[in-house]
């Protein structure tokens, strides 16, 4: 079997973490199964779809480098097939006309719910052996019915939840197109997993009940249903199902964040899936491993602190050079001008390792392209003690003879120190604040490094004149 995938989503909203890793499974398992991935974008809802919505989801999959096969797919192209289809079921008695009123349903639904009976359509206009159906009323334009099968059950093997049956009793005769002719959801995803030969939908398990509608409409058109696997809910960090409304980020606000792409993926693989007890993984090693058999029962939780925290590790086992460009645009943002001054890449290498996002070493880097401070006498007496004054002039000679890397300045900090027996602190305190006008710094012997030999002598000469 050549495995074929879909994601499916309905471009009317901003797309969270949770409708990502519903598309990063299908995707995983055609990678896996070296079959192909679709993406078909379900904008049959005129209202609430937008464009703009659209341009989220393809940019937010290539951004966590989720490539595609085949789309994307708009269902509003494919009207006429779906008329063609809905044309062919009337012809051969699997679908009819419904002429009840929308006021006649809400009536006989309030009716059932007052008996204490689930609401249903009654099969008015459902055709029948020997069966009279009504008159046939003026001007009023009919819904198109699917003659659902009665009696017996709709039974599938779950990839996720095991089996499942479904009384086909609960199920009453679905709309398959509106009174205009628009057809609905659950047709469409019908005719689209035939026309596209999908082998396995794997989507969120809000969806189960939609399954034994849909498995019953693809066997009336002679379909084989595909492989069913229904991913439990992505829940927000209050248990809450995750959702805008629950204040769900988009995927553009993780990468306005700072976020890498590879840690998102990452995390969204665990929300759900698992190997071992692996945790910090490549995409080609996740692809590598992923089986359905894998995916977990039980509704994933977002934790917000277990994803800035795999941010962080990607950002520290990142090389410089490629983290460096990932994080110039947030450097530009703060006004820093990344190509006056020390290198880049340099600062950042510097920076990476205690860093949870691109933002925070963009924010650190700061330090590194801002003018030489200004400091007053005041600030010099008291954040550079005299007494310190005679040990920093003869670490700038030592830093001026000293071999420009880090173990060249720590020597000289070394030799310094044991020359006026004082301790660490005692000189590096000092020696930060004449150079940038903080005691907060990372390592200072890298940081001269990054700064350079001339820049820091000409900024710690002027506290000692």
Same mark, same amino acid.
Not at 267 to 295: C, M, P
């Given at each position: 079997?050549?495995?074929?995938?879909?994601?499916?989503?309905?471009p009317?909203?901003?797309?969270?973490?949770?409708?990502?890793r519903?598309?990063?499974?299908?995707?995983?398992?055609?990678r896996?199964?070296?079959?192909?991935f679709?993406?078909?974008?379900?904008?049959?809802?005129?209202e609430?779809?937008?464009?703009?919505a659209?341009d989220?989801?393809?940019?937010?999959?290539?951004w966590?480098?989720?490539?595609?096969d085949?789309?994307?797919?708009?269902q509003?192209?494919?009207?006429?097939r779906?008329?063609?289809?809905?044309?062919?079921?009337?012809?051969? *008695?699997?679908?009819?006309?419904?002429?009840?009123?929308?006021?006649?349903?809400?009536?006989l639904?309030?009716?059932q719910?007052? +008996?204490?009976e689930?609401?249903?359509?009654?099969?008015?206009?459902?055709?029948?052996?020997g069966?009279t159906?009504p008159?046939v009323?003026?001007?009023?334009l009919?819904?198109?019915?699917?003659?659902?099968p009665?009696?017996?059950?709709?039974?599938?093997?779950?990839?996720v939840?095991g089996?499942?049956e479904?009384? +086909?009793?609960?199920?009453?005769?679905?709309?398959?197109?509106?009174?205009?002719?628009?057809?609905?959801y659950?047709?469409?995803v019908?005719?689209?997993? /035939?026309?596209m030969?999908?082998?396995?939908?794997?989507?969120?398990?809000?969806?189960?009940?939609?399954?034994?509608?849909?498995?019953?409409?693809m066997?009336? /058109?002679?379909?084989?249903?595909?492989?069913?696997?229904?991913?439990?809910?992505?829940?927000?960090?209050? *248990?809450?199902k995750?959702?805008?409304?629950?204040?769900a980020?988009?995927?553009?606000?993780?990468?306005?964040?700072?976020?890498?792409?590879?840690?998102?993926?990452?995390?969204l693989?665990?929300?759900?899936?698992?190997?071992?007890d @692996?945790?910090?993984f490549?995409?080609e090693?996740?692809?590598?491993?992923?089986d /359905?058999?894998?995916?977990?029962?039980?509704? @994933?939780q977002?934790?917000?602190?277990?994803?800035?925290?795999?941010?962080?590790?990607?950002?520290?086992?990142?090389?410089?050079?490629?983290?460096?460009?990932a994080t110039?645009?947030?450097?530009?943002?703060?006004?820093i001008?990344?190509?006056?001054?020390?290198?880049?890449?340099?600062?950042v290498?510097l920076?990476?390792?205690r860093?949870?996002?691109?933002?925070?070493?963009?924010?650190?880097?700061?330090?590194?392209?801002?003018?030489?401070?200004?400091?007053? @006498?005041?600030?010099?007496?008291?954040?550079i003690?005299?007494t310190?004054?005679? @040990?920093?002039k003869?670490?700038?000679?030592?830093?001026?003879?000293?071999?420009?890397?880090?173990?060249?300045?720590?020597?000289?900090f070394k030799?310094?120190l044991?020359?006026?027996?004082?301790?660490?602190?005692?000189?590096a305190?000092?020696?930060?604040?004449?150079?940038?006008?903080?005691?907060?710094?990372?390592?200072?012997?890298s940081? /001269?490094?990054?700064?350079?030999?001339?820049?820091?002598?000409?900024?710690?000469?002027?506290?000692?004149?």
């Amino acid at each position: 079997m050549h495995i074929r995938t879909r994601f499916a989503p309905s471009p009317t909203g901003f797309i969270h973490l949770g409708n990502l890793r519903s598309a990063l499974y299908p995707w995983a398992f055609a990678r896996h199964n070296k079959g192909d991935f679709i993406l078909r974008i379900e904008d049959t809802d005129l209202e609430r779809s937008t464009q703009e919505a659209v341009d989220v989801i393809i940019e937010g999959m290539a951004w966590l480098g989720m490539d595609i096969d085949e789309g994307p797919i708009y269902q509003m192209q494919r009207i006429d097939r779906y008329r063609e289809v809905i044309k062919q079921m009337l012809e051969s *008695g699997i679908a009819y006309p419904c002429y009840m009123s929308e006021e006649e349903l809400n009536k006989l639904r309030d009716q059932q719910m007052a +008996n204490k009976e689930k609401p249903r359509y009654n099969g008015m206009w459902r055709p029948e052996q020997g069966k009279t159906l009504p008159a046939v009323p003026e001007g009023v334009l009919p819904v198109i019915r699917f003659k659902n099968p009665i009696g017996g059950s709709v039974i599938w093997e779950d990839a996720v939840k095991g089996q499942i049956e479904i009384s +086909n009793d609960e199920l009453d005769d679905l709309v398959i197109a509106r009174p205009d002719g628009t057809p609905t959801y659950n047709f469409c995803v019908v005719v689209d997993d /035939l026309d596209m030969k999908i082998t396995h939908v794997i989507r969120g398990d809000d969806h189960v009940n939609n399954t034994p509608r849909q498995i019953n409409i693809m066997k009336a /058109l002679g379909g084989t249903p595909p492989v069913y696997a229904h991913l439990p809910t992505v829940l927000n960090d209050s *248990g809450e199902k995750m959702s805008k409304r629950n204040g769900a980020m988009s995927v553009r606000d993780y990468q306005k964040a700072g976020y890498l792409p590879e840690a998102i993926l990452n995390y969204l693989a665990r929300l759900g899936w698992s190997h071992g007890d @692996a945790e910090v993984f490549t995409k080609e090693q996740f692809v590598n491993w992923f089986d /359905l058999d894998s995916l977990g029962r039980s509704p @994933a939780q977002h934790n917000p602190e277990k994803l800035l925290w795999l941010n962080h590790q990607y950002i520290q086992n990142a090389d410089p050079a490629k983290l460096a460009q990932a994080t110039k645009p947030f450097a530009h943002e703060l006004g820093i001008d990344t190509e006056s001054g020390p290198d880049f890449t340099q600062v950042v290498a510097l920076l990476k390792d205690r860093a949870n996002t691109l933002i925070e070493i963009a924010e650190g880097s700061k330090l590194f392209y801002l003018p030489a401070p200004q400091l007053s @006498a005041q600030q010099i007496s008291e954040n550079i003690p005299a007494t310190v004054v005679p @040990a920093l002039k003869d670490l700038i000679a030592a830093i001026e003879n000293a071999q420009p890397s880090k173990e060249g300045y720590s020597a000289a900090f070394k030799q310094v120190l044991a020359n006026h027996q004082l301790k660490m602190p005692a000189l590096a305190m000092p020696v930060r604040y004449a150079l940038f006008a903080t005691t907060q710094t990372p390592a200072i012997d890298s940081v /001269l490094v990054v700064l350079g030999k001339e820049e820091a002598v000409n900024r710690l000469s002027k506290v000692v004149q």
